[in-house]
């Protein structure tokens, strides 16, 4: 009989509690969601999404400049977000006539902002050993990807190169990239 009554007191306590959650619930959708007039409640709000232009820089066919290609990408907030996504795009290289700046091996380990609006950029050490070479082609390869960040991201004051989480003397054994870059627009035609 003991049983009985206590089965008895556990089912009343679990339908209550049920009840209490179903009750809850139910004020906190009305609450929290708008009704349309078709009278169907939403319980979130979906932001369109938005594209923008941007110009990523690749060398000319005969290395003498680098020139724009002008992309479409989603608007992302995140200023560092939107960084990785463009040199990303730079890395898998162009999509029209230009060259590319950065060997398809490369990867981009890690890319981050400072406060005083450095971005750092830290590319795998493919983008050494995999390198064509020269002095020119290693400085187009810096200011493609610090032109493209620059130009497109306003948070973006200047741009610092790691190889392999580390800091390098060189991308390819020319250009000193010891310190951060500003962009430098003579090049581009």
């Known amino acids: 009989m ?5 089965s008895f007191y556990l089912a009343l306590i679990l339908v209550t509690a049920f009840t ?5 619930s139910k004020i906190h959708w009305s609450k929290h ?6 009278g169907m409640p939403l ?3 979906v932001s369109p999404v938005t594209r923008s232009n941007i110009y990523l820089y690749f060398t000319d066919t005969s ?3 680098l020139m724009a290609e002008e992309r479409s990408f989603i608007n992302v907030e995140d200023p560092a977000q939107f960084a990785k996504s463009i040199v990303e795009a730079l890395i898998a290289g162009p999509k029209g006539s230009l060259m590319r700046t950065i060997p398809s091996e490369t990867t981009l380990r890690a890319l981050y902002l400072s406060k005083n609006g450095t971005a750092y950029v830290d590319l795998s050490e493919n983008i050494k050993t995999d390198h064509p070479g020269g002095s020119r082609l290693e400085y187009f390869t810096v200011f493609s990807i610090v032109n493209s960040l620059i130009v497109n991201i306003p948070q ?3 741009v610092k190169f790691l190889l392999g989480g580390n800091d390098a003397l060189t991308l390819s054994g020319h250009i000193d990239i010891k310190l951060p870059f500003k ?3 003579l090049l581009v035609r």
């Open 2 to 6: 003991g049983n009985k009554k206590y």
């Open 63 to 65: 290395t003498s400049f």
């Open 20 to 24: 209490a959650i179903a009750v809850l």
């Open 43 to 45: 319980s979130f709000h």
């Open 33 to 38: 969601s708008h009704v349309p007039k078709d």
């Open 183 to 185: 962009a430098n627009m």
């Open 156 to 158: 973006i004051k200047a």
